[in-house]
């Protein structure tokens, strides 16, 4: 099978000469989370693999990208619209930054932004949670009486309030935290280096609360690794621990088939089912569109509902 290199471009396929800056490199080390770099790193490593069949982002040399070379990756690339649209996106940003470091003309690059994305869309992923599902979450983690109950009570508590992503949970800081009237405040950086607020009440507020008891109020990550020996450390909780965590206690709970980003699709359809704008509710879940929040908008999946139902099929069973 002949390789995209083959067919737009043999030097594509090779890496970058020492003596010239890597735009990849240079574009993962500007992006601000680890989750970010994941993503962009993926994304690369399968653009490689349509160039050269080397799944390896480091095996081709991204300042000699051009515009049909993306139109032959995105001809060859598979998933969701979503996917190809961050697969384009990863290409793009590659692009702009060989531009920026002088390894890209300017014409080359403006082709590169040309090449049109997906416009289709699919259904947000993931599921509701039930009250009682949440309820359940927070009793296995009450009835566990050691320093780990209660850190982990703390961490669904607030996800079940906020809706907060992993990555914001685990960026946590005590540093961040206050208190205003009856309410507890806690400051947060989240996608694209935005920063919003958490606002935090009633058993939200008592879990965090019963958490700082132990954890004090010392400075660093609120939510902090813990020894088998239940010995509170200093490093942050990993988001894969955040999974892990949850996963424990779901299981303890008979919740099944749960993540951490049900809680925000819970909270997001939860507050508009109350009445709540939804530019609050973008706002609140730090959303960078409204567009974004209007997908978790359960209202209309009712409305779709009772208007399927006005339909009569005349088929009467043997």
Request: aromatic content about 4%; glycine content about 8%; proline content about 3%.
């Amino acid at each position: 099978m002949k390789t995209l290199a083959r067919i737009e471009s043999k030097e594509v396929a090779t890496p970058a000469s020492t003596n010239n800056p890597d735009p990849a490199n240079a574009y993962l080390h500007g992006l601000k989370t680890p989750e970010s770099r994941a993503g962009i790193v993926s994304a690369l490593n399968s653009a490689a693999f349509s160039i050269c069949e080397k799944r390896d982002w480091k095996s081709v040399d991204w300042s000699k990208l051009n515009a049909a070379i993306v139109k032959a990756v995105m001809a060859k690339a598979s998933g969701a619209p979503a996917t190809r649209n961050k697969l384009l996106s990863a290409l793009k940003g590659t692009a702009r930054v060989a531009w920026q470091l002088g390894v890209m003309s300017l014409e080359n690059l403006e082709k590169i932004r040309s090449v049109k994305g997906d416009t289709g869309s699919r259904l947000p992923k993931g599921r509701d949670i039930r009250p009682l599902e949440i309820q359940r979450l927070l009793e296995v983690c009450a009835n566990d009486k050691s320093t780990a109950g209660r850190r982990d009570a703390a961490i669904l508590a607030i996800a079940a309030a906020t809706g907060a992503r992993r990555a914001e949970l685990t960026s946590l800081q005590v540093q961040n935290i206050r208190r205003e009237n009856s309410m507890t405040i806690i400051r947060v950086i989240g996608k694209r280096d935005k920063e919003r607020e958490l606002y935090l009440h009633n058993g939200a507020q008592a879990a965090l609360n019963d958490w700082l008891a132990v954890r004090g109020a010392q400075e660093g990550p609120l939510f902090t690794q813990i020894n088998k020996g239940g010995r509170i450390g200093s490093e942050g909780v990993t988001t894969t621990a955040m999974h892990k965590i949850l996963a424990k206690r779901a299981a303890k709970a008979g919740v099944e088939n749960v993540t951490l980003h049900d809680f925000r699709r819970t909270v997001t359809g939860d507050l508009l089912d109350k009445g709540a704008d939804i530019a609050s509710v973008a706002g609140l879940l730090g959303h960078a569109s409204v567009n974004t929040t209007a997908r978790y908008d359960r209202r209309g999946q009712r409305a779709r509902i009772a208007a399927a139902q006005l339909v009569c099929v005349p088929y009467v069973a043997a």
